[in-house]
């Protein structure tokens, strides 16, 4: 009872992109407000940023941030946000029922990515629900052109003299989504999207462009609509979106582990059908895929917290993250890693308090779920070229998805030739072995190996026990003859340095 793979150097996937560790932060409930923003916190800076999750955010080392929503955006005017803040319209919106004071904007969301660090980039979306083609316009102009024109030279009255260099632009959020302010047909949207991306590009013809795909693998409209969009879209966008949300329901842990099967045939289902409308326009050309919603979320919980309607910054989607989340996390990664070469964005959803690895009080700590450290590793270790893992592994039996295997693995191997194995064991209860043949890779050490795992699979970290959950050390693994051996704890998320 041994899962086994082989890793050969010449047997890739492709290059991870490292925008594959993106992230997003919608106007939602507190993943803004009292999130990354919060001026009279103790950390805040001069602009109000919470310094104490900037820190975090470094740590989890996320790229791309996706922004202003998700369903927040369909309703989204961007002129609001702008410009001085006492002067910035409070709003309703529509998405959340809550109400939007714009007190974070456009030049506040720039800031904050400028105080990650260099490897933060915008990855902004447009209103396809209540606006259109001109207001994109008017939003790329402000945001992107250098000067000499009223909106470019009215973000430098509001401040910031150098463009913001905009590159990813998502055209719209879920617009399959019957729940979306101006939800359209598969046909509207993809004239509309169409439309939009080649006014875009006769501003900026090198931007890249995402169409929404499917909210879901299980909308009925699934793969019709990605046909549809990319029929019209195929020659001006670069992305198509997926999201996939996940939970344990009636109690089916078995299935809740097994979600990646899910992932990963979802995105072959989309690969398959982006190079089913490619084969037949006759192109060359190959769609990638923009992950751009991922995560556990518990959609069928009640909300704890009392929440009225058109609440500023109310606390909702503010899920705890158990163990057992964390291992699914990770299986979920590791689903997109194994597909990083058509995979070319992907964004954790989200990143602050709202479904979310980092959470905050108002006025209190910040502090790390336990879904941050499969997310914080995988980012760190897992760039570079993703070797071709195909497991031998035992197996067991779920009600969603029939036979799944016990192990579920990927691995990554840096410029400087060292690799990084990313397993989950799937078993509940019991350890599994693992083997990996390493035959013509020039390794002889093992760095470190660490699992996140835990007697009691529920446990979940707080504001008052902050550390309860952490990856710890696990001994035992070791390379002889070309061969790695190592046992990984039941339900658990491992990382395996090799060197
Ligand atoms: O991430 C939460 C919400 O999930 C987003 O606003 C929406 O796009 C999706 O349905």
Known sequence: RTARFALDPDFTVGTVDPRLFGSFVEHLGRCVYTGIFEPGHPSADEAGLRTDVLELVRELGVTAVRYPGGNFVSGYNWEDSVGPVEERPRRLDLAWRSTETNRFGLGEYIAFLKKIGPQAEPMMAVNLGTRGVAEALALQEYANHPSGTARSDLRIAHGDKDPYGIRLWCLGNEMDGPWQTGHKTAEEYGRL?????????QIEPDLELVACGSSGQGM???????????????????????????EETDGDRDSFLASAVDTESFIENVVATCDHVGARLKSAKKINLSFDEWNVWYQSRPNPHPVEDWQEAPRILEDVYSVTDAVVFGSLLIALLRHADRVTVAC??????VIAPIMTEPGGPAWRQTTFFPFAQASEHGRGEVLDVRVDSPTYETKKYGEVDLLHATAVRAEDGSVTVFAVNRDRTAPLPLEVALSRLDLTTVVEHTALSDADPDAVNTADDQERVTPHPVDGAALRDGTLTAVLEPLSWNVIRLR
């Open 193 to 201: 999207a169409a439309e939009t991306a080649r006014a875009m590009r």
């Open 348 to 353: 954790l959803a989200q990143l602050v308090n």
């Open 220 to 246: 009925e409209t699934f793969a019709a609509w990605e046909a549809t969009v990319l029929e019209h879209t195929y020659d001006l966008v670069d992305h198509i979106s997926l999201h996939a949300y996940y």
